[in-house]
């Protein structure tokens, strides 16, 4: 305990960070309450900005985020998205973790590589896939080329698919997303199952050696759950990034979140919330408020599932 | 079962190529551990002995030389086939599984003819516990028990295959001293009760000397000595034998023979025959000293320590190797302190002289 005549130091040197958090953090957040409970709040202040007008609390601004009618879509593509990404990527992850980690050649070099999306810019990242599954520029066919996805289809006797181009259909643009998301969130989760496995003491492995253990009984017994304070974090960590899905979208199908000719079909709950920003602030916040209170519920639920199945 | 090792040896490459000075770990080994006896491999840390309780294991792989179980050679079997149990240092209990699933575990590994109904490893299960005095504790987890009990569970997660040798690494060196003392104890009683051929590695010599059928001392990968403890303690074949055992330790003196007669520097202590005049490094052991007022040894007094049943005497002399020389009398016999100096006869078979190049033990006779 810092003694209580040197308290005000470390305030001090608090300060700095607690007053940016108060200000770009806990502020922001009790605006968002205050504006989502205030009736009508946009057009009012859009009005005149410099009247002082009177708000009614309501839940006005809820009613409205409901019964908006692309809300469904955004509430069904950002759970779809969460419950495919999420297992695959920790899947994945996790054997690469391990085959990772139990070669000693080129491991810091695959490392490094498996790592690289992480510290890629992920509109740059979108745009690439986007070539990969050919995407229509600007509207324009490119006839010369159909991307590689759909060489390596035609390569193994498959027809093309219209991955994301005009009158493509919501699966193969899902499937799209999917293997960006992925990808994406591969090397995070890699990192760290990896220092989770790299910190299990060796000698767990050595005395299931002596007694003759099999390599998939040691994997399911001992490696799953000495890891799973690791894979939880990683689970829980990756359903909240996953409802906050919105860039991966913008980054291959721009702006439109959806293939030409079919706008927003992608359109996810942060998408809306960006949307409603700038113009229906009231309607923004409580949308804001909707997917806290979704996210928050799910995270307890994971965690109450955790709490059962993780050793600590 | 028998464990024969012959010529054993186990060479580390070295790390950096370019100093390129490989490690000799465990140097032409050769030992037969008879049948259903407790065996300790005693030394310094560094001398070889982890490195080669690991063959025995087969969780390292010797550089030379063959390892026997009975009549079978088990250089070539991996460590699950040779049918041993291994207690680790820090015992690497699994931590997510209760001490039930922990002894189980080994259990359900067993394939084809072995394999055992659920009834049977129960049973096995808790007859073992029973053997290591754990049976109430069945459905806890490792990190509620104590050092002393997650000890005797490893011992029972390695017992209850019916392993064919007992490997136990530094068995006690996690715990507190009184539970040291307990849990040694317990280990003899396990192995009597057993019968299986257990090897130990210990750097601690008293823990050694105190539950061992036999002994193995070793440095930088040698064997220097191997033997019943007491007939090791007594018969030291070098210096540094004679320095590893024993507590307090031996007494080291610088000291000369001439003309049949042992001087510690001007101190003529004993009368010999049989070793040519030369320097040599006298070694005393601490209940060798006698109190004597016309002994021969002189030494300077400094303290006097009462222990109750025995005095350890604390004293200098110029001679002395160590900075004190330490004797334990019998507590009948009176220290005058203010006298300043003490006379000591010393214990022919208590005296032990060395070579002062090789180290190596010279033997005389008393004349």
């Known amino acids: ?312 | 079962m028998k464990v024969v090792l012959q010529n054993l040896t186990k060479i580390f490459p070295s790390r950096d190529k370019k100093a390129g000075k490989e490690v000799v770990a465990v140097n032409d080994f050769t030992f037969e551990i008879p049948d259903g006896k407790l065996v300790g491999l005693l030394g310094p840390s560094g001398c070889g002995k982890s490195t080669t309780l690991y063959m025995i294991s087969g969780l390292q792989k010797p550089t030379g030389g063959r390892i026997f179980f009975g009549e079978d050679d088990v250089t070539e079997l991996t460590t699950e086939n040779r049918g041993i149990g291994l207690v680790f240092q820090n015992y690497a209990l699994y931590p997510h599984m209760t001490v039930k699933q922990n002894i189980l575990f080994p259990l359900q590994n067993l394939k084809g003819a072995d394999k055992m109904t659920k009834d049977q490893m129960l049973e096995r299960a808790y007859n073992v516990a029973k053997l290591v005095q754990i049976d109430e504790l069945m459905e806890r987890k490792p990190s509620e028990l104590s050092g002393g009990q997650q000890q005797r569970v490893a011992i029972a997660r390695a017992l209850v295959k019916m392993p064919r040798v007992l490997l136990l690494d530094e068995p006690l060196s996690n715990l507190d001293a009184r539970l040291r003392l307990q849990t040694r104890e317990e280990i003899r009683r396990i192995q009597k009760e057993t019968g299986i051929t257990t090897v130990f590695v210990t750097h601690d010599q008293e823990e050694a000397m105190s539950i061992s059928d036999m002994i193995v001392v070793m440095k930088l990968g040698v064997v220097q000595q191997t033997g019943k403890p007491q007939d090791v303690y007594d018969d030291p074949t070098n210096l540094f034998v004679a320095k590893f055992l024993g507590t307090p330790p031996i007494n080291v003196f610088d000291g000369c023979v001439k003309d049949g007669k042992v001087y510690i520097g001007q101190d003529k202590v004993l009368e010999i025959s049989g070793v040519a005049d030369q320097d040599v490094t006298i070694g005393i052991r601490p209940e060798g000293f006698e109190l004597d007022p016309a002994g021969g040894l002189t030494c300077q007094l400094s303290n006097v320590e009462v222990m109750g049943r025995d005095v350890s005497v604390v004293s200098t002399h110029p001679a002395s190797v160590n900075p004190s020389v330490r004797s334990i009398i019998d507590a009948d016999n009176k220290v005058d302190l203010g006298a300043g100096i003490v006379r000591y006869s010393i214990k022919p078979h208590k005296i032990f002289l060395f070579n002062k190049e090789t180290e190596e033990r010279i033997y005389f006779e008393v004349k």
């Not at chain 1, 009508?40 to 009177?54: C, L, M, Q, R, S």
Request: charged fraction near 10%; hydrophobic fraction near 55%; include cysteine.
């Open chain 1, 1 to 312: 305990m810092v003694d209580s005549k040197h308290q005000w130091k470390a305030w001090l040197y608090l300060a700095p960070a607690i007053v940016l958090l108060l200000i770009f953090t806990v502020w922001p957040i009790i605006n968002t309450l205050r504006m989502a409970f205030l009736e009508g709040y946009t057009t009012a202040k859009e009005a005149n900005p410099f009247i002082d007008y009177e708000f009614t609390v309501g839940i006005g601004n809820f009613v409205r985020v409901i019964q908006y009618p692309g809300f469904m879509t955004c509430l069904q593509n950002t759970i779809l998205l969460c419950v495919l990404t999420v297992p695959i990527s920790t899947f994945l992850a996790l054997l690469i973790a391990v085959a990772l980690n139990s070669i000693k050649p080129l491991q810091r070099l695959l490392q490094t590589i498996f790592f690289m999306p992480y510290v890629t810019n992920s509109i740059a990242i979108g745009m690439v896939f986007a070539a990969m599954f050919n995407m229509i520029i600007g509207g324009s066919a490119r006839p010369d080329s159909v991307g590689i996805i759909n060489n390596v289809l035609e390569a193994l006797g498959f027809e093309y698919i219209n991955w994301m181009n005009a009158g493509s259909e919501y699966w193969a643009n899902i499937v799209v997303m999917v293997v960006y998301i992925v990808w994406n969130a591969l090397p995070f989760k890699i990192l760290i199952l990896l220092g989770g496995l790299q910190s299990v003491n060796k000698q767990y492995y050595e005395a299931a050696r002596v007694d003759g253990t099999p390599k998939w009984r040691v994997f399911t017994r001992i490696t799953i759950p000495l890891l799973s304070p690791m894979l939880a974090y990683v689970i829980i960590t990756g359903f909240i990034g996953g409802f906050k899905e919105y860039s991966s979208i913008v980054g291959i199908f721009g702006e439109s979140m959806g293939p030409v000719g079919n706008d927003y079909a992608l359109d996810t709950m942060v998408g809306f919330i960006y949307r409603a920003i700038g113009n229906q602030e009231g309607t923004a916040s409580a949308a804001a408020l909707i997917l806290f209170a979704i996210i928050f519920v799910v995270t307890m639920i994971n965690l109450a599932v955790s709490k059962k199945s993780t050793h600590y």
